[in-house]
């Protein structure tokens, strides 16, 4: 029984490999836009790692300690801390 579920696996992986195979002899710029050859990307100057407009990140350490006191006094540090006490 062994045998035969191996020899089954071996069999359904070519199949998988044969069927995945691509003929490099056809035209292997089919489908392909010809400015994808040049493409450079985005330009990720402007971004944040985050990749956040860089000009948004820029809170100050009391600002942020600001907003911390803040969402305690209003209850949001609480309420995000029931959220996801859990996790």
Same mark, same amino acid.
């Given at each position: 029984m062994r045998t035969v579920l191996l020899v089954a696996g071996g069999v359904l992986c070519a199949c998988a490999w044969h069927a995945n195979a691509q003929d490099t002899s056809t035209n292997p710029a089919a489908g392909m836009q010809g400015s994808a050859d040049t493409s450079?990307? $985005?330009?990720?100057?402007?971004? /944040?790692? /985050?990749?956040? $407009?860089?000009?948004?990140s820029g809170k100050s350490r009391d600002e942020v300690y600001q907003d911390l006191l803040r969402s305690q006094k209003n209850g949001e540090a609480a309420r995000i801390q029931e959220l996801f006490k859990g996790s």
């Open positions: 450079e990307g $985005p330009d990720l100057a402007g971004k /944040s790692m /985050s990749g956040a $407009p860089a000009g948004l």
